[in-house]
């Protein structure tokens, strides 16, 4: 397996917490195929995706094509592996691996297809979590299993979490997922893995995420504001709004917790300002300031 020969197609952190297990297992892809570098921050300055500073560090030679209108030169390349590239493959690149591409997804497929599985995991409040490698084919994480790994998202291999957050389970899910590819890998090269299709009644499907879903109603179910908290923390944060003077101000959570089925909201940023302790925000604001 060390002469394993195969691309590997990622993008952000996630990508990065799978490229790791896989080094860790002796797995060091041949090619790696990146998104382009992209403005960022106040300043717009040009940043490189994770996978991209990975593929540097770790001296392996990268693409970050802007499509793939030119066939990729894949000579020798056995094997294509995705983890939240978050582009849409072409068929005349699905079949060009002898060996085909293998997906890593974040949930337990058919459940939570599409663009944001880990988010709607913690927003659904599952118990029940997981990784899926999957066999690629041209619809949108159709294809077949090769194999899954189910924990609790309160015990076993996350003891410990209550809620997890976006960020907490993305870099468990991750891991576990790197660390179950490795484990597939060589079985489904030697043959012996026979992919089984998706039960196609029990799928289940989770939209892009926009910044206007960060918006939370602290009147609302206490619970449910948590979990959306947790849910959105990192992209797109969450946030709620006063008016201040007759000025409308969006004020963005950066800490909570949930105990005794009351939700806690620990720290915020107020707009134009930096971060403060919300019982601070709170005591400033009382008197002339209405919470949205």
Same mark, same amino acid.
């Given at each position: 397996?060390?002469?394993?020969?195969?691309?590997?197609?990622?993008?952000?952190?996630?990508? !990065?917490?799978? +490229?790791?297990?896989?080094?860790? #297992?002796?797995?060091?892809?041949?090619?790696?195929?990146? %998104?382009?570098?992209?403005?960022?921050?106040?300043?717009l300055?040009?940043?490189s995706p994770?996978?991209?500073? *990975?593929?540097?560090?770790?001296?392996?030679?990268f693409?970050?094509?802007?499509?793939?209108?030119?066939?990729?030169?894949?000579?020798?390349?056995? +094997?294509?592996? !995705?983890?939240?590239?978050g582009k $849409?493959?072409?068929?005349k690149?699905?079949?060009?691996?002898?060996?085909?591409?293998?997906?890593?997804? @974040?949930?337990l497929?058919?459940?939570?297809?599409?663009?944001?599985?880990i988010?709607?995991?913690?927003? #659904?409040?599952?118990?029940?979590?997981? !990784?899926?490698?999957?066999?690629?084919?041209e619809?949108?994480?159709?294809? @077949?299993? +090769?194999?899954?790994?189910?924990?609790?998202?309160?015990?076993?291999?996350?003891?410990?979490?209550?809620?997890?957050?976006?960020?907490? +389970?993305?870099?468990?899910?991750?891991?576990?997922?790197?660390k179950?590819?490795?484990?597939?890998?060589?079985? *489904?090269?030697?043959?012996?893995? =026979?992919? $089984?299709?998706?039960?196609?009644?029990?799928? %289940?499907?989770?939209? =892009?995420?926009?910044?206007?879903?960060?918006?939370?109603d602290? #009147?609302?179910?206490?619970?449910?504001?948590?979990?959306?908290?947790?849910?959105?923390?990192? *992209?797109?944060?969450?946030?709620f709004?006063? !008016?201040?003077?007759g000025?409308?101000?969006?004020?963005? $959570?950066?800490?909570?917790?949930? %105990?005794?089925?009351?939700?806690?909201?620990?720290?915020?940023?107020?707009?134009? =300002?930096?971060?403060?302790?919300?019982?601070?925000?709170?005591?400033?604001?009382? $008197?002339?300031? %209405?919470?949205?």
């Amino acid at each position: 397996m060390k002469n394993l020969n195969f691309a590997f197609f990622g993008t952000d952190n996630f990508s !990065v917490g799978v +490229l790791d297990e896989l080094k860790k #297992n002796n797995f060091l892809p041949t090619l790696i195929i990146a %998104t382009p570098d992209k403005p960022k921050g106040r300043g717009l300055k040009l940043t490189s995706p994770p996978v991209k500073l *990975w593929a540097i560090e770790n001296k392996v030679a990268f693409l970050q094509p802007e499509n793939f209108n030119r066939q990729l030169t894949i000579n020798n390349l056995q +094997l294509g592996i !995705v983890a939240s590239y978050g582009k $849409i493959i072409p068929a005349k690149i699905l079949t060009s691996f002898p060996k085909g591409m293998l997906n890593v997804h @974040p949930s337990l497929l058919p459940k939570y297809r599409g663009a944001s599985p880990i988010q709607a995991q913690i927003l #659904n409040d599952e118990k029940n979590i997981g !990784v899926s490698i999957m066999l690629m084919d041209e619809k949108i994480d159709h294809g @077949p299993l +090769l194999t899954q790994r189910e924990f609790s998202a309160q015990g076993g291999p996350a003891s410990g979490w209550q809620i997890p957050n976006n960020i907490e +389970l993305s870099e468990r899910l991750s891991a576990e997922g790197g660390k179950l590819l490795a484990e597939t890998m060589p079985k *489904w090269l030697a043959g012996k893995i =026979k992919p $089984i299709p998706q039960d196609e009644i029990m799928a %289940t499907f989770c939209p =892009k995420i926009n910044k206007e879903d960060g918006l939370i109603d602290l #009147n609302g179910n206490p619970r449910q504001n948590f979990l959306k908290i947790q849910a959105f923390t990192g *992209w797109p944060g969450t946030y709620f709004f006063v !008016v201040r003077n007759g000025e409308k101000k969006r004020i963005k $959570i950066t800490k909570a917790s949930f %105990t005794d089925d009351k939700l806690k909201i620990e720290s915020v940023i107020p707009e134009g =300002k930096k971060e403060i302790l919300y019982y601070q925000f709170i005591n400033a604001d009382k $008197i002339d300031a %209405t919470i949205l």
